[in-house]
């Protein structure tokens, strides 16, 4: 598949192919959903809500920004530990990685500094991308991987 290509066979026409890291393929979705609702979406295609966990997949993910396809809030597997402030992949259990260049923004979400339990990957500008912290009620794109 190119980038920009869409999941067709799978009938998810709507779907933008990102790119490929790994051996896993990401793909983008403009239907705004809230957090839950992004998860089983992606499990509905025999997909995932994205997870980053290396260098490369940040690097791709940022460089993708496309401003008709790929921008804004969109959702990813990190959510709340059960613990304040501490976050986990939801598919894996694990804390995601200081070490791999995740930049997080400085954004509740909605401005009243209420605690915040789900994560978002912001794609802008490289300069801009970031992982933002937001209620799992707020309603942003989707983020779906193999």
Known sequence: METGDTLSQK????????GEVGGIYYYADSGLKN???ARAFCVEYGLHLSIITTNDQWNLLAAAFNT???SGNHWTAL??????RQFSWDNLGTEPSSD????????DGNGNGEYQTCASFYASSIA????YINPCS?????????
């Open 11 to 18: 009938g998810l026409e709507d779907l933008w192919f990102i």
């Open 35 to 37: 957090w839950t609702d």
């Open 68 to 70: 008709t396809a790929f």
């Open 79 to 84: 959510r709340d530990a059960y613990l304040p």
């Open 100 to 107: 791999i260049g995740m930049v997080w923004g400085n954004s």
């Open 128 to 131: 801009n991308t970031a992982i």
């Open 138 to 146: 707020s309603y942003f794109k989707v983020l779906c991987e193999t």
